[in-house]
Protein backbone atom coordinates (compact mmCIF):
# COMPACT_ATOMS: atom_id res chain seq x y z
CA UNK A 1 0.00 0.00 0.00
CA UNK A 2 1.34 3.76 -0.76
CA UNK A 3 2.44 5.86 2.15
CA UNK A 4 -0.33 8.19 0.98
CA UNK A 5 -3.21 7.91 -1.39
CA UNK A 6 -2.74 9.76 -4.15
CA UNK A 7 -3.89 13.48 -3.66
CA UNK A 8 -3.09 17.16 -5.43
CA UNK A 9 -0.35 18.35 -3.53
CA UNK A 10 2.52 17.22 -1.27
CA UNK A 11 5.05 14.81 -1.46
CA UNK A 12 4.08 11.53 0.14
CA UNK A 13 5.00 11.05 3.73
CA UNK A 14 7.12 7.48 3.60
CA UNK A 15 6.29 4.19 5.19
CA UNK A 16 2.89 5.19 6.80
CA UNK A 17 -0.56 3.77 5.10
CA UNK A 18 -3.37 5.64 5.54
CA UNK A 19 -5.43 4.67 8.82
CA UNK A 20 -8.87 2.90 8.51
CA UNK A 21 -9.90 3.91 11.49
CA UNK A 22 -10.44 7.12 13.17
CA UNK A 23 -11.15 8.42 16.80
CA UNK A 24 -12.05 11.92 17.11
CA UNK A 25 -12.22 13.26 20.34
CA UNK A 26 -14.49 16.32 22.05
CA UNK A 27 -13.63 18.06 25.72
CA UNK A 28 -15.37 15.52 27.50
CA UNK A 29 -13.39 12.77 26.10
CA UNK A 30 -9.89 14.53 26.36
CA UNK A 31 -10.58 15.45 30.28
CA UNK A 32 -12.51 12.08 31.40
CA UNK A 33 -9.85 10.46 33.86
CA UNK A 34 -10.15 7.08 31.19
CA UNK A 35 -8.57 9.21 28.23
CA UNK A 36 -5.00 7.66 29.33
CA UNK A 37 -6.36 4.24 29.01
CA UNK A 38 -8.69 4.31 26.21
CA UNK A 39 -6.01 5.96 23.97
CA UNK A 40 -3.63 3.15 24.58
CA UNK A 41 -6.57 0.55 24.21
CA UNK A 42 -7.41 2.28 20.16
CA UNK A 43 -3.80 2.64 19.74
CA UNK A 44 -2.89 -0.41 20.30
CA UNK A 45 -4.26 -1.21 17.06
CA UNK A 46 -1.33 0.76 15.14
CA UNK A 47 -1.06 2.34 12.40
CA UNK A 48 -4.53 1.09 10.97
CA UNK A 49 -5.82 3.54 13.80
CA UNK A 50 -5.57 7.76 13.64
CA UNK A 51 -6.14 9.19 16.77
CA UNK A 52 -8.13 12.89 16.02
CA UNK A 53 -7.51 15.83 18.71
CA UNK A 54 -10.05 18.34 18.43
CA UNK A 55 -11.89 20.97 20.86
CA UNK A 56 -10.75 22.05 24.19
CA UNK A 57 -11.83 24.87 22.37
CA UNK A 58 -9.91 28.23 21.18
CA UNK A 59 -6.79 27.36 23.98
CA UNK A 60 -4.12 26.59 22.04
CA UNK A 61 -1.76 25.75 25.05
CA UNK A 62 -4.10 23.18 25.97
CA UNK A 63 -5.03 21.79 22.59
CA UNK A 64 -0.86 21.55 22.62
CA UNK A 65 -0.30 19.62 25.19
CA UNK A 66 -3.24 17.16 24.42
CA UNK A 67 -1.52 16.51 21.04
CA UNK A 68 1.36 15.94 23.25
CA UNK A 69 -0.30 13.41 25.38
CA UNK A 70 -2.11 11.90 22.85
CA UNK A 71 1.50 11.42 20.78
CA UNK A 72 3.19 9.59 23.75
CA UNK A 73 0.53 7.33 24.52
CA UNK A 74 0.23 6.44 20.45
CA UNK A 75 3.75 6.26 19.84
CA UNK A 76 4.49 3.28 20.50
CA UNK A 77 2.24 1.30 18.26
CA UNK A 78 2.93 3.58 15.77
CA UNK A 79 -0.94 4.85 15.40
CA UNK A 80 -1.23 8.31 13.26
CA UNK A 81 -1.96 11.03 15.12
CA UNK A 82 -3.80 14.00 13.99
CA UNK A 83 -4.92 17.63 14.76
CA UNK A 84 -8.27 19.56 14.05
CA UNK A 85 -9.03 22.63 12.24
CA UNK A 86 -5.97 24.30 13.27
CA UNK A 87 -3.22 23.47 10.25
CA UNK A 88 -0.51 25.14 12.12
CA UNK A 89 -1.14 22.70 15.17
CA UNK A 90 0.11 19.95 12.45
CA UNK A 91 3.86 20.93 12.45
CA UNK A 92 4.17 19.71 16.22
CA UNK A 93 6.21 16.56 15.48
CA UNK A 94 4.63 13.58 16.20
CA UNK A 95 1.78 14.64 14.63
CA UNK A 96 0.91 13.18 11.14
CA UNK A 97 -1.27 15.53 9.25
CA UNK A 98 -4.83 17.72 9.86
CA UNK A 99 -8.42 17.35 9.96
CA UNK A 100 -10.14 20.69 8.46
CA UNK A 101 -13.93 21.97 8.26
CA UNK A 102 -16.01 21.86 5.28
CA UNK A 103 -14.16 25.73 3.18
CA UNK A 104 -11.19 25.66 5.13
CA UNK A 105 -8.16 26.68 3.08
CA UNK A 106 -6.46 23.38 1.89
CA UNK A 107 -3.71 25.69 0.13
CA UNK A 108 -2.85 27.62 3.36
CA UNK A 109 -2.81 23.70 5.57
CA UNK A 110 -0.52 22.50 2.81
CA UNK A 111 2.37 25.51 3.27
CA UNK A 112 2.02 25.07 7.08
CA UNK A 113 1.95 20.82 7.36
CA UNK A 114 3.94 20.39 4.03
CA UNK A 115 3.79 16.44 3.24
CA UNK A 116 1.54 15.42 6.33
CA UNK A 117 -2.17 14.60 5.80
CA UNK A 118 -4.81 16.96 5.10
CA UNK A 119 -7.91 15.82 5.56
CA UNK A 120 -11.43 17.57 5.34
CA UNK A 121 -15.00 17.17 7.06
CA UNK A 122 -17.72 17.64 4.18
CA UNK A 123 -21.78 17.40 4.53
CA UNK A 124 -22.43 17.87 0.56
CA UNK A 125 -20.66 16.42 -2.35
CA UNK A 126 -19.92 19.48 -3.91
CA UNK A 127 -17.64 20.25 -0.90
CA UNK A 128 -16.15 16.76 -1.19
CA UNK A 129 -15.32 17.51 -4.65
CA UNK A 130 -14.01 21.00 -3.70
CA UNK A 131 -11.96 19.57 -1.15
CA UNK A 132 -10.15 16.97 -3.48
CA UNK A 133 -9.46 19.77 -6.20
CA UNK A 134 -7.56 21.89 -3.85
CA UNK A 135 -4.95 19.12 -3.09
CA UNK A 136 -6.83 17.53 0.62
CA UNK A 137 -6.28 13.67 0.78
CA UNK A 138 -9.46 12.41 2.14
CA UNK A 139 -12.26 13.87 3.08
CA UNK A 140 -15.06 12.51 6.22
CA UNK A 141 -18.38 12.44 5.40
CA UNK A 142 -20.31 13.73 8.19
CA UNK A 143 -23.82 11.66 9.38
CA UNK A 144 -24.03 9.38 6.66
CA UNK A 145 -26.74 8.33 8.76
CA UNK A 146 -28.39 11.24 10.10
CA UNK A 147 -31.90 11.12 9.15
CA UNK A 148 -32.27 14.62 8.15
CA UNK A 149 -29.99 14.78 5.49
CA UNK A 150 -29.59 18.41 4.42
CA UNK A 151 -30.41 20.57 1.46
CA UNK A 152 -27.33 19.54 -1.76
CA UNK A 153 -27.51 16.25 -0.31
CA UNK A 154 -29.15 12.88 -1.22
CA UNK A 155 -31.29 11.33 1.82
CA UNK A 156 -29.94 7.70 1.37
CA UNK A 157 -26.58 7.53 3.31
CA UNK A 158 -25.22 4.98 1.78
CA UNK A 159 -26.02 6.41 -1.94
CA UNK A 160 -24.55 9.55 -0.77
CA UNK A 161 -21.19 7.97 0.69
CA UNK A 162 -20.91 6.15 -2.87
CA UNK A 163 -21.33 9.30 -4.83
CA UNK A 164 -18.61 10.37 -3.17
CA UNK A 165 -15.79 8.17 -4.48
CA UNK A 166 -16.02 10.07 -7.62
CA UNK A 167 -13.71 13.01 -5.49
CA UNK A 168 -11.26 11.00 -6.25
CA UNK A 169 -10.01 10.86 -2.65
CA UNK A 170 -10.42 8.46 0.01
CA UNK A 171 -13.80 8.62 2.39
CA UNK A 172 -14.17 8.04 5.57
CA UNK A 173 -18.19 7.39 6.79
CA UNK A 174 -18.36 9.38 10.36
CA UNK A 175 -22.18 9.31 11.69
CA UNK A 176 -24.26 6.64 12.90
CA UNK A 177 -21.51 4.12 11.29
CA UNK A 178 -21.91 1.28 13.88
CA UNK A 179 -20.59 -2.39 13.30
CA UNK A 180 -23.47 -4.11 11.70
CA UNK A 181 -23.20 -1.14 9.27
CA UNK A 182 -19.42 -1.50 8.54
CA UNK A 183 -19.69 -4.02 5.68
CA UNK A 184 -22.31 -1.84 3.94
CA UNK A 185 -19.94 1.08 4.36
CA UNK A 186 -17.02 -0.60 3.17
CA UNK A 187 -19.18 -1.91 -0.19
CA UNK A 188 -20.02 1.60 -0.87
CA UNK A 189 -16.56 2.04 -1.28
CA UNK A 190 -15.66 3.91 1.72
CA UNK A 191 -12.34 4.36 2.61
CA UNK A 192 -12.52 4.05 6.53
CA UNK A 193 -14.63 4.59 9.25
CA UNK A 194 -14.22 8.12 12.03
CA UNK A 195 -16.43 7.37 15.01
CA UNK A 196 -16.78 8.63 18.27
CA UNK A 197 -18.00 5.58 19.47
CA UNK A 198 -14.60 3.65 20.00
CA UNK A 199 -14.08 6.19 23.25
CA UNK A 200 -17.60 5.02 24.83
CA UNK A 201 -18.09 1.46 24.05
CA UNK A 202 -17.85 -0.91 27.30
CA UNK A 203 -14.20 -2.45 25.84
CA UNK A 204 -12.34 -0.10 23.43
CA UNK A 205 -9.50 -2.46 22.23
CA UNK A 206 -12.86 -4.79 21.61
CA UNK A 207 -14.83 -2.28 19.69
CA UNK A 208 -11.67 -1.33 17.54
CA UNK A 209 -11.12 -4.67 16.54
CA UNK A 210 -14.13 -5.63 15.37
CA UNK A 211 -14.29 -2.14 13.40
CA UNK A 212 -10.83 -3.26 11.56
CA UNK A 213 -11.46 -6.57 11.05
CA UNK A 214 -13.98 -5.43 8.31
CA UNK A 215 -11.15 -4.26 6.51
CA UNK A 216 -8.99 -7.43 6.27
CA UNK A 217 -11.73 -9.48 5.07
Request: charged content about 20%; aromatic content about 4%; proline content about 9%.
Amino acid sequence: MAARPPAGGGAPLPVRPLPRLLAPTDDAILTADDFPIRTAAIAAAGPAVGIVVRSLGGDRARRVAALERVRALAGPPEAAVLAADDPSLGTIGGVHGVLLPAGASVAEARRAVGPGWIGVAVRRTDEAAAAAAAGADWVVALDVFAPDAGPGRATEGLTWLGDLGACGVPVFASGGVTVERMVPVRDAGAWGVSTLALWRAPDSAKLTDQLLRVWNE
